[in-house]
């Protein structure tokens, strides 16, 4: 089993910055793709960007060139640097993590882009 705890979201101005962190623990050796799915109100859930143990990275098309994702294999935790955020990034992040068995999820952090 893994478990994934996400920090970082919060209210934040439009044009401005955050940091996503997602830390994992149990058998977080096992992990072999981390990434982040959002889901805004009414709208289905997305990915946003992800990462592979080898560090090969994929972005949504909406956040390529704003969004970084970046992992740190000795704390088994993954970030996503956010910036130029705007208001249609508004959404809950939801962490991902995937071994050979079973996709992971952790409970998910509001990230509100208002003025």
């Known amino acids: 089993q893994v478990q994934l705890v996400e920090s970082g979201g919060g209210l934040v101005q439009p044009g401005g910055s955050l940091r996503l962190s997602c830390a994992a623990s149990?058998?977080?050796?096992?992990?072999?793709?981390a990434g982040w799915y959002r889901q805004a109100p009414g709208k289905q859930r997305e990915l946003v960007a992800g990462?592979?143990?080898?560090?090969?990275?994929t972005y949504g098309d909406s956040v390529k060139g704003r969004f970084t994702i970046s992992r740190d294999n000795a704390k088994n935790t993954v970030y996503l640097q956010m910036n130029s955020l705007k208001p249609e990034d508004t959404a809950v992040y939801y962490c991902?993590?995937?071994?050979?068995?079973?996709?992971?999820w952790g409970q998910g952090t509001q990230v509100t882009v208002s003025s």
């Open positions: 149990g058998s977080a050796d096992r992990i072999y793709f």
């Open positions: 990462i592979t143990t080898s560090g090969i990275t």
């Open positions: 991902n993590a995937r071994t050979v068995t079973m996709a992971h």
